[in-house]
């Protein structure tokens, strides 16, 4: 495989919306991603956002459902929607599960075997991906930003905590903000970095916020209605260990939403502009 290939582009929004399909070192084989080119991109670098998914998504799905194009076009921004996880991995368990396993990478860099060969999705997001958009898109990525929803949600904040210079600007949907404290996380945790709770609050937000204030206000938005929202999602943890560590949290709770994209379609905009004012100023 070439270091990348266009599955397909289209126009949109004055801009470029396309799909492309890379060799990834960090995950072991192919690895697909989306990525939005506004029409300000035709003629200089824009700065990027990273949307990352929650489980059972693929890079389609952000692209399709957010509705995130039009304000991207109007704020210049280069929006990227990497896949959850490896594909056709062939590992024995990484299919018909879908808490675990391909399309529920829970963008960690897995130490355990069988996963470590091809699970690194935190090492991909943070550097691979990165360098490959610095490469083949119009983009700078000294002004860089990252969201995401549930699963994906817990990958823009521990991925932003980790590594604060990398990132002007930080927000997520129906995050899970203490993936070591709910089912979904000691689930898929010890399965990907073993038994040691140690290795699991590495990638646990509310253990990182702790430790490193990221520079800027924290972007989050949940709806009220979400039925993961007692059991799974926990915010009430994050705005906790936030007021400990005297990190800036903005969380703002929805009546009626749900953890559906048409929660996500209902703040992108905000989102998008709370990237912009950081990734412009």
């Keep these: 495989m070439s270091d990348i ?20 070192s960090a995950c072991g084989g192919p690895m697909r991603v989306a990525v939005y080119q506004p029409p300000q991109a035709a003629s200089q670098a824009c700065p990027v956002v990273y949307f990352l998914a929650g489980l059972t998504s693929t890079e389609e799905t952000a692209t399709i459902k957010a509705g995130a194009q039009r304000i991207a076009a109007e704020l210049g921004l280069v929006l990227v929607m990497p896949d959850t996880s490896p594909r056709d991995t062939g590992i024995d368990g990484a299919t018909g599960d879908w808490e675990f396993g391909e399309g529920a990478g829970f963008y960690v860099d897995a130490t355990a ?119 799974q999602l926990r915010p009430e943890l994050f705005d906790q260990a936030c007021a400990e560590s005297g990190q800036a949290l903005r969380l703002r709770r929805h009546a009626g939403y749900d953890h559906s994209y048409y929660f996500i379609a209902s703040f992108i905009e905000d989102h998008l502009r709370h990237h912009a004012q950081a990734l412009y100023a």
Excluded at 165 to 188: C, D, H, L, M, N
């Design 5 to 24: 290939e266009i599955v397909a582009e289209q126009r949109c929004f004055g801009g470029v919306q396309g799909f492309y399909r890379h060799a990834s």
């Design 113 to 231: 075997a069988p996963w470590s060969a091809r699970f690194r999705m935190h090492s991909y997001v943070a550097d691979e991906l990165p360098a490959l958009l610095a490469r083949h898109f119009p983009v700078d990525i000294t002004r860089s930003g990252i969201t995401g929803h549930s699963m994906g949600g817990h990958g823009a904040l521990t991925i932003a905590l980790k590594h604060p210079e990398r990132y002007r600007s930080a927000s997520a949907f129906a995050p899970i903000v203490a993936p070591t404290q709910v089912p979904w996380g000691r689930k898929a945790l010890p399965r990907y970095l073993g038994e040691d709770p140690t290795a699991w609050a590495a990638y646990d937000a509310c253990e990182l916020v702790r430790e490193r204030a990221f520079d800027g206000e924290i972007l989050i938005d949940q709806g009220e209605s979400d039925k993961f929202l007692a059991e």
